[in-house]
């Protein structure tokens, strides 16, 4: 039984994801805003959005950052306008699966009332965890790259202990830092401690941070406050990994003479290729083995 999917859109890590998609047996695979990539993918079809015939795809694979409010999909690999209105998703079989990075207010409300299945693949714990890994790595690369001194010795305070602040703290560590890190639950910092990393309420985190070289932060919301950035030496540096516009207090960190950098993307920055094969993996196990299965 013959297999349709449109890739609509994508930047450097759907080229990996792509070739992964190509091994899929009896499979057709569309690429729609590609027409500007220098290389080329043999044996698939580079068509533009209009010719795409809706009706007849089993699977639509969107961009990480989905759709804008409006329904538009931004293109990295070309200058073509997509934008899909409500007609167009309700012309897709019930059973066809939707997959992006994150949603929208839009493409969740659409997919909803239309019954559709939409499957955000950056809330699923897996690919947080198999992420975790580049984020890490990225942020290390950050670190070196904005001080005059080793991470070995270094101490470094993590905000969260998440997904992403526990492969982060525990590459840091690895790599000879002193590590603290912030949490706000009695659980995560009996881990941390278990762990033998050093627990702070993160309440306190301000009564910490005049001993901290390096502050990361993972909590979206603002935790990196005036309190806590007032206490930290001149030569700190702050990286906050949260999603836009991250956790931080970047005017005061300014006023202040800290260097604050929001480091957004890292996967797709340090390890593209990585990325792609973790998000294939994921859409080969939901078109393989079924939704039920690979939830």
């Not at 043999?42 to 959005?49: A, R, S, Y």
């Not at 989905?66 to 329904?71: I, L, M, P, R, S």
């Not at 949260?242 to 920055?269: C, E, V």
């Not at 340090?270 to 939830?295: C, H, M, R, Y």
């Amino acid at each position: 039984m013959s297999r349709f999917i449109a890739v609509l859109g994508g930047d450097g890590r759907y080229l990996e994801l792509i070739r992964q998609l190509k091994e899929l047996p009896d499979t057709t695979i569309f690429l729609v805003g590609f027409d500007k990539l220098e290389q080329g993918f043999t044996g698939l079809k580079q068509i533009d959005f209009n010719e795409l015939e809706p009706e007849k795809l089993d699977a639509v694979i969107f961009p990480i950052t989905g759709t804008d409010q409006n329904g538009i999909v931004k293109t990295v690999f070309s200058d073509q306008h997509i934008k899909l209105e409500k007609e167009w998703f309700s012309q897709l079989k019930k059973s066809t699966l939707i997959f992006t990075g994150i949603t929208s207010v839009y493409l969740t409300s659409v997919t909803k009332e239309l019954n559709l299945s939409l499957i955000p693949l950056f809330d699923r714990d897996d690919v947080a965890i198999y992420n975790s890994i580049p984020t890490a790595e990225g942020t290390i690369m950050m670190a070196i790259e904005h001080t005059d001194y080793t991470i070995h010795s270094s101490r470094v305070i993590v905000t969260g202990f998440g997904r992403v602040g526990n492969t982060v703290a525990n590459k840091f560590s690895a790599l000879g830092a002193k590590v603290s890190v912030c949490a706000r639950s009695i659980r995560d910092l009996a881990r941390i401690t278990e762990m033998g990393l050093t627990a702070i309420p993160l309440a306190n985190l301000h009564e910490h941070t005049d001993k901290c070289d390096l502050l990361i932060n993972t909590i979206p919301s603002r935790v990196i406050t005036e309190d806590s950035i007032q206490h930290l030496p001149s030569h700190a540096l702050i990286i906050d990994l949260a999603s836009k516009p991250g956790g931080t207090d970047f005017d005061y960190a300014d006023r202040r003479g800290i260097k604050a950098i929001l480091a957004r993307s890292l996967p797709g920055i340090v390890a593209p290729k990585t990325s792609g094969k973790i998000l294939a993996d994921v859409i080969k196990q939901f078109l393989l083995e079924g939704k039920e299965n690979a939830e």
